[in-house]
């Protein structure tokens, strides 16, 4: 779901939406009014987020599915959602008051590739971080701004890119913070839990064996699938699964490619294996699934 396929989406809204939202090829700004996830939700989700994504929750609350695990979220949260993330917004409360930006392909990232703070370098499709109400005013002070800035008669990009830069420093020192809180008192199988499902995210695509993860894990096969069952109440094999259709599910609503394209691109052995295991898990073949 590209800032392009969004300004699309929104083209018959964009003079309803215009004291809420600000969008040009670089930068997509939501100011308060979260009209634009409702509109989303009727797109046929899941939807994968291929831009950099940052938000606060002010008021109310909503339930979305992030990279396959439902989030609660609630007033007072600062969200994260990166290249690659697989999201569902399921539910957003009548009373819900949202900020945030996404950054399109073309914007000025403000840090060279090898200085991304550590909380944007990649290892993370997504955060959620609840925060005070002094960070939360910090963080929504800086939006605001760069809300001013967006409407001035000329489109200052390096001003722009700066207060971005800043938001990214604020919500990096936070991410941190609460990192090294988590690390305290996150059980043993937790952490386990949490790092499964962070590499099932990042290799799903490519590899749909238990085996693999394990290995990665430095765990046997066993005891891996035993920690993830005892901690989710959900098989290991069930959670790749998971990770695996959605992303399947994602290309065949919003793209053009072919079964035997995609297929290949998802590493299966040949169409026929591709048809009967997307069948075994949704119910209904592909060509169906895409057809609806």
Request: glycine share 4%; net charge positive.
């Amino acid at each position: 779901m590209s800032l392009s396929h969004i300004h699309s989406l929104l083209t018959p809204h964009l003079q309803q939406l215009r004291k809420n939202l600000f969008i040009n090829n670089e930068i997509m700004i939501l100011h308060g009014d979260p009209i634009l996830f409702r509109i989303l939700m009727k797109q046929q989700p899941p939807f994968i987020i291929n831009d950099h994504r940052m938000g606060i929750l002010v008021r109310g609350e909503m339930r979305v599915n992030i990279n396959l695990v439902e989030k609660h979220l609630t007033a007072g949260t600062l969200v994260f959602i990166g290249p690659g993330t697989i999201i569902n917004a399921v539910n957003i409360s009548d009373n819900a008051e949202i900020y945030g930006f996404a950054l399109s392909p073309d914007f000025p990232i403000p840090f060279p590739a090898d200085q991304m703070p550590a909380a944007f370098n990649g290892q993370m499709h997504d955060f959620q971080l609840p925060a005070t109400k002094a960070d939360i005013d910090t963080a929504y002070r800086i939006l605001d701004i760069i809300w001013h800035i967006v409407h001035l008669p000329h489109y200052d990009h390096l001003l722009i890119s700066s207060l971005v830069a800043a938001q990214m420093h604020h919500y990096n020192t936070l991410f941190r913070r609460y990192i090294d809180c988590q690390q305290n008192y996150l059980s043993h199988e937790q952490s386990i839990f949490n790092r499964f499902i962070h590499l099932i995210n990042q290799h799903a695509v490519q590899e749909h064996q238990l085996a693999f993860y394990a290995s990665r894990m430095c765990l046997t096969e066993r005891y891996l699938s035993s920690i993830i069952h005892h901690t989710s109440g959900i098989t290991a094999k069930k959670w790749i699964d998971r990770a695996l259709i959605s992303r399947i599910q994602v290309e065949l609503r919003h793209t053009s490619k072919s079964i035997v394209q995609i297929s290949n691109e998802m590493n299966f052995p040949n169409p026929a294996f591709f048809c009967k295991y997307f069948k075994r898990i949704t119910g209904m073949t592909p060509l169906t699934f895409k057809r609806n």
